[in-house]
Nanobody, 122 residues
Framework: QVQLVESGGGLVQAGGSLRLSCAAS????????MGWFRQTPGKERELVAR???????YYSDFVKGRFTISRDNAKNTVYLQMNSLKPEDTAIYYC????????????????WGQGTQVTVSS
């Protein structure tokens, strides 16, 4: 069992930055694929970025060039640096982990964090 705890959400003006952190329990963090999803009311949870255990990174088109995902296996933590934030980035952001290979949707996720609210004002 893996527990994920996000932090770093909040309110920021458009053009600003936030860094989300996700601390994971367990001794096998380095073997997990990790990712960040987001969700707004009435919409499905969507993939923002993922980083596989081997380090391969994927970004959804709507965050390319603005967001950076990284992981520190020594600290059991994955990060999402969010720059040039836009009002449309407003959502609840969820940390996700998978024992296998994380795909492009939530069906491959084994564990979820509780979510952290990000609000970008115009």
């Amino acid at each position: 069992q893996v527990q994920l705890v996000e932090s770093g959400g909040g309110l920021v003006q458009a053009g600003g930055s936030l860094r989300l952190s996700c601390a994971a329990s367990g001794r096998t963090f380095s073997r997990y694929g990790m990712g960040w999803f987001r969700q707004t009311p009435g919409k499905e949870r969507e993939l923002v970025a993922r980083i596989r255990s081997g380090g391969t990174i994927y970004y959804s088109d709507f965050v390319k060039g603005r967001f950076t995902i990284s992981r520190d296996n020594a600290k059991n933590t994955v990060y999402l640096q969010m720059n040039s934030l836009k009002p449309e980035d407003t959502a609840i952001y969820y940390c996700a982990a998978t024992r296998g290979v994380m795909g492009y949707d939530s069906s491959s996720v084994d564990y979820w964090g509780q979510g952290t609210q990000v609000t970008v004002s115009s």
